[in-house]
């Protein structure tokens, strides 16, 4: 029999990881899947995605993005696009076979404080681990699996520059920061990189040969210069990007909610048979005020953080997975700031170490002081974990193989939550069984309000005639987010469809009141007014608007006079005339403040009392 070293214990697990998902070759496009995959041209060919590179992650799908950015997830979708024409199955494999590849790295990331059977015995339970199957068996899941494998090279990277001579250590530095770029644009969470190689030097037996603070002030800088890209590129998205669950809640509610349910990121890593595809509300309910459940999860996770310090000499392999398991957590807990989900188990997919590291230093620590029949023992309940989590994750794989299997085995098991309903209607839509689709909204919003399901609910309920119901679920949603554009135009339409056509310019002129910056909802009103035929200087104010958000600031100026000259040759001023020239004095003060006397003396003229500015 070959003797195992820590290259075969590394392929071994590997391979184990990847044929475990054989199945999900059978798998097609669930969920996001279309949307960032199927239907994105950026993800179809290496030139778009290159040319793309710096653009957010979700293409725009019905106006709205989100706040993310992963380029390195896009240019992977666009190579296997490439080379596979766009079969499902190839983008399933390669998932796999990332899979196998990080959890190559775990073994060798473990093998630092664990035997060579520890270790691998670890990397064993990584690679069945059935929490994974989200972030696997679902195309656009890679995106955890490129920034956890991203992560731990740069952990093997740092250990290398740390030991290595004066000759070889840039070579490990740049390998380090390269591990750590490929993790920043594979996924957000990434930011903790840097924490995690300080977690690896503190708890390494070893002492580094050479100073690391250039390493982490290089890491740092390099995560610091991502973070201001991101923010150029998709901060402005982030907040259409905050979980439902939690998006309308102040800071002390969103704790509230978020703590509890630290319970079940335990329960998942522990013994995840219960699984769920998403956890909106109210698989995980929204809760107001700190209770019972938040007191033992916050008891809970302080007790294993306390326990990762205790044991950090004694077995520092647990207190590197819990460490880092609560730091990939971090980032999506909602404790700091909003998250776009509340829990979902494609984010645990590195925090699963935690539990590989625990049953590999079990395995590691007995062999040095049980006798035959005692590892005999715990061989077999270590066996007996491998293959229950094993069969876990094969008859959980086949959920994920397209939209309609995903939702119908949600709804199955968890018919509270609200998003799967959501998810059911969008199927109904698309094989054209609006009624259905509507009567699943329906349900939706009487399960949780969110106003966004009415990005789906209003143009369903319009073309079936509902105009009644369309407007009455905008006015709903449109009071829990004024001025939101999507929101507003759905009231619009709505108000429109019902031949509205004063309200819905009151709308849209409340909407520009509460976000004057809104250029899409400006766009909305300009173009209003023409179709209403509105006076000529009343449209030339609202387009000159548009000029002053849009910056063509050569045009603001002769574009007031103009407005103003407009508004002067009319005998019959209305009270809009207060309103727009209120929602214009910004570029009047920067361009013709001296038309603001002119203003004023025409509404005293006409017999208008505007209230402020003017």
């Not at 019905?62 to 992963?70: F, N």
């Not at 199957?133 to 195309?139: G, I, K, L, R």
């Not at 704790?255 to 013994?271: E, F, G, S």
Request: one cysteine or more; hydrophobic letters at 55%.
């Amino acid at each position: 029999m070959p003797r195992l070293t820590p290259a075969r214990a590394a392929w071994l697990a590997a391979l184990v990881a990847s044929l475990v998902y054989v199945n999900a070759l059978g798998n097609r496009w669930a969920i996001d899947d279309p949307f960032l995959v199927r239907d994105n041209a950026a993800a179809h060919d290496v030139p778009t995605a290159l040319s793309q590179f710096f653009e957010p992650y979700w293409p725009t799908v019905e106006g709205a993005r989100a706040g993310l950015y992963r380029p390195m997830a896009v240019l992977s979708y666009a190579i296997d696009w490439t080379i596979s024409g766009g079969a499902p199955w190839w983008f399933h494999a390669t998932n796999a076979l990332l899979h196998g590849f990080a959890t190559a790295l775990v073994v060798l990331v473990l093998l630092r404080w664990l035997t060579l059977v520890g270790a691998l015995t670890g990397g064993l339970l990584f690679a069945v681990h059935p929490v994974h199957v989200e972030a696997v068996a679902n195309v656009i899941g890679r995106t955890e699996v490129m920034a956890a494998s991203g992560m731990l090279l740069a952990v093997l990277a740092a250990r290398r520059f740390r030991r290595a001579d004066e000759r070889h250590a840039n070579r490990w530095l740049i390998a380090v920061l390269a591990a750590t770029a490929t993790a920043l644009f594979s996924k957000e969470h990434a930011v903790v990189t840097i924490g995690v190689l300080i977690v690896d030097q503190w708890l390494d037996p070893e002492r580094s040969r050479r100073s690391t603070l250039g390493l982490y002030l290089s890491v740092t800088a390099l995560t610091v210069g991502w973070l201001f890209l991101w923010r150029a590129i998709a901060a402005e998205y982030a907040e259409a990007t905050v979980a439902a669950g939690i998006r309308w809640l102040s800071p002390w509610e969103r704790i509230a909610t978020a703590v509890p349910a630290q319970l079940d990121l335990v329960r998942l890593l522990v013994w995840p048979m219960q699984l769920a595809a998403d956890y909106s509300p109210l698989v995980i309910p929204q809760r107001t005020e700190w209770g019972l459940v938040a007191s033992i999860a916050a008891v809970t996770s302080g007790a294993l953080l306390a326990l990762a310090f205790a044991v950090s000499r004694k077995a520092p392999a647990v207190a590197f997975g819990i460490l880092v398991a609560a730091g990939s957590f971090l980032p999506t807990s909602n404790l700091f700031f909003p998250a776009g989900i509340v829990m979902a188990e494609r984010t645990l997919y590195l925090a699963a170490i935690a539990p590989a590291a625990v049953l590999g230093w079990v395995v590691s620590k007995p062999a040095l002081h049980f006798g035959a029949r005692e590892r005999r023992m715990l061989g077999g309940a270590v066996a007996l974990i491998l293959v229950v989590f094993t069969v876990r994750t094969l008859t959980r794989t086949p959920v994920w193989r397209d939209t309609a299997t995903t939702v119908t085995r949600e709804l199955l098991r968890h018919p509270e939550n609200y998003r799967a309903h959501v998810w059911l209607s969008e199927v109904y839509a698309v094989s054209g069984d609006s009624v259905r689709a509507l009567r699943e909204l329906l349900t939706a919003t009487e399960l949780f309000e969110d106003p966004f399901t009415t990005r789906l609910l209003v143009p369903i309920a319009l073309a079936r005639g509902a105009r009644s119901l369309a407007l009455g679920e905008s006015v709903r949603a449109y009071a829990r987010s004024p001025g939101h554009p999507e929101l507003t135009r759905f009231l619009v339409d709505s108000y429109l469809a019902l031949g509205k056509r004063d309200s819905a310019i009151a709308v849209l002129r409340h909407s520009l009141t509460v976000e004057p910056g809104n250029r899409g909802v400006a766009e909305d009103y300009a173009l209003l007014l023409t179709q209403a035929q509105a006076p000529e200087w009343q449209q030339q104010f609202a387009r000159l608007r548009l000029q002053w958000l849009g910056l063509r600031l050569s045009t603001v100026g002769p574009g007031l006079d103009s407005a103003v000259a407009a508004a002067g040759a009319v005998s019959d001023l209305s009270e809009a005339f207060c309103w727009e020239v209120n929602a214009t004095l910004l570029p009047l003060k920067a361009f013709r403040p001296e038309l603001i006397m002119r203003l004023r003396t025409l509404a005293a003229e006409r017999g208008l009392d505007c209230e402020e500015g003017v």
